[in-house]
T-cell receptor, first 109, second 116 residues
Framework: GQNIDQPTEMTATEGAIVQINCTYQ??????LFWYQQHAGEAPTFLSY??LDGLEEKGRFSSFLSRSKGYSYLLLKELQMKDSASYLC??????????WGAGTKLIIKP | NAGVTQTPKFRVLKTGQSMTLLCAQD?????MYWYRQDPGMGLRLIHY???????AKGEVPDGYNVSRLKKQNFLLGLESAAPSQTSVYFC???????????????FGPGTRLLVL
């Protein structure tokens, strides 16, 4: 079966750095997406990785290791507005998006 | 640009009732999707469409029907609602589908459905 694992919940302090991990086992791989979803709102796109390595976009970075079936989202200089759920999704060999359950990130002052 | 809009935002149904959820996008996107999101689970694809007049089944299509008569609209129907269909429903659209790599899906605000 296809499976994407993320921690259910994480807590971090304002101004700090947090890393959210995502491991996947899917039938094929055609890319990995990270989305942010604030409570009661729609998911919004953060990043896309298809090759190994780090993609940096402002305070957010996303890393991919295809051989390990592993990705992480790194958030720097955390702000209270970063409190949200972070969804990992993998595009499988049939070009279907398989979604993880999401990681709820709580930011404390 | 309104982006992706969904109607209604919230609805309560009794078991056995029917309803239609409407999704509209003004970005001229070819691809449209219907997902459901349940606590502790990832988004699950119900149905999708790769263009006007086409529809295809996703991961959890049972109990739902869809239609894409116009490019900008994608309708999701529940013929006989069941409590198991209580969920938050998201519509999404994209220009070329996720095959375009950095092409992302744009999501509507969601419809909260409660089936009693």
């Amino acid at each position: 079966g296809q499976n994407i694992d993320q921690p259910t919940e994480m807590t971090a302090t304002e101004g700090a750095i947090v890393q959210i991990n995502c491991t996947y086992q899917t039938s094929g791989f055609n890319g990995l997406f990270w989305y942010q979803q604030h409570a009661g709102e729609a998911p919004t796109f953060l990043s896309y990785n298809v090759l190994d390595g780090l993609e940096e976009k402002g305070r957010f970075s996303s890393f991919l290791s295809r051989s390990k079936g592993y990705s992480y989202l790194l958030l720097k200089e955390l702000q209270m507005k970063d409190s949200a759920s972070y969804l990992c999704a993998v595009l499988d060999s049939n070009y279907q998006l398989i979604w993880g359950a999401g990681t709820k990130l709580i930011i404390k002052p | 640009n309104a982006g992706v809009t969904q109607t209604p935002k919230f609805r309560v149904l009794k078991t056995g009732q029917s309803m239609t959820l409407l999704c509209a996008q003004d970005m001229n996107h070819e691809y449209m999707y219907w997902y459901r999101q349940d606590p502790g689970m990832g988004l699950r694809l119900i149905h999708y469409s790769v263009g006007e007049g086409t529809t295809a089944k996703g991961e959890v299509p049972d109990g739902y029907n869809v239609s894409r008569l116009k490019k900008q609209n994608f309708l999701l129907g529940l013929e006989s609602a069941a409590p198991s269909q209580t969920s938050v429903y998201f519509c999404a659209s994209s220009y070329e589908g996720v095959l375009a790599g950095r092409e992302t899906q744009y999501f509507g605000p969601g419809t909260r459905l409660l089936v009693l």
